[in-house]
């Protein structure tokens, strides 16, 4: 079955970029839609942006100045970049599965992955 | 943006009971052309990423088990738990998917009494 996986540097420095990336495995990254997703202590789940095969996204708005979310399809992976972090950028990143266009809710996870903004 | 609100933050419930989580979006999630509520239920356990329950507000994922229940329509919603279950010791959260940015309520902690 389809399985998500991130994969990136767990601590990055303040006024730097955090760099993630989602491997798709057991099925193809065309056929759906993908998303990241935050968690953190003070601001709970926090959706970042979603994409499509296409290259298309949308972002939450209170990011969109600092996220850049793409696709490489030959490699089955999509990434997020986050420009200038701060502290408040600290959390457990998700990259996530949306299954049908507008359906716009989350049936698959990946584990997740720690990021830490500290000098 | 739409603000999801749950109630209570904490849900002690003696195993076997049945336990109600409430959520309130801060306007409609209801699209009236279809009647389909652009709402969904994650449980999260300790070290692990949310997991789907519920979406369209009442449909059950696959695999999920039928003592999980969502209700309600417009701004005002509810999961319920039929029979609370030792496994089902988790955080739950609603989620609307109507409007970007999509916005997750702060979680419901269900424990055992």
């Known amino acids: 079955q389809v399985q998500v996986q991130e994969s990136g540097p767990g601590l990055v420095k303040p006024s730097e970029t955090l760099s993630l990336t989602c491997t798709v495995s057991g099925g193809s990254i065309s056929s759906y839609y993908w998303s990241w997703i935050r968690q953190s202590p003070g601001k709970g789940l926090e959706w970042i942006g979603s994409m499509w095969y296409t290259g298309g996204t949308k972002y939450n708005p209170s990011l969109k100045s600092r996220v850049t979310i793409s696709v490489e399809t030959s490699k089955s992976q999509f990434s997020l970049t986050l420009n200038n972090v701060s502290p408040a950028d600290t959390a457990v990143y998700y990259c996530?599965?949306?299954?049908?266009?507008?359906?716009?809710?989350?049936?698959?996870w990946g584990r997740g992955t720690l990021v830490t903004v500290s000098s | 943006d739409i603000v999801m609100t749950q109630s209570p933050d904490s849900l002690p419930v003696s195993l076997g009971e049945r336990a109600t989580i409430n959520c309130k979006s801060s306007?409609?999630?209801?699209?009236?052309?279809?009647?389909?509520?652009?709402l969904a239920w994650y449980q999260q356990k300790p070290g692990q990423p949310p997991k789907l329950l519920l979406y369209?507000?009442?449909s059950r994922e696959s695999g999920v088990p039928d003592r999980f229940t969502g209700s309600g329509s417009g701004t005002d919603f509810t999961l319920t738990i039929s029979s609370v279950q030792p496994d089902d010791v988790a955080v739950y959260y609603c989620q609307q998917y109507y409007n970007i940015p999509y916005t997750f309520g702060q979680g419901t902690r269900l424990e055992i009494k």
């Open positions: 996530a599965r949306n299954f049908r266009w507008g359906e716009w809710y989350f049936d698959l």
């Open positions: 306007q409609t999630v209801l699209y009236s052309s279809t009647n389909d509520n652009y």
């Open positions: 369209w507000a009442s």
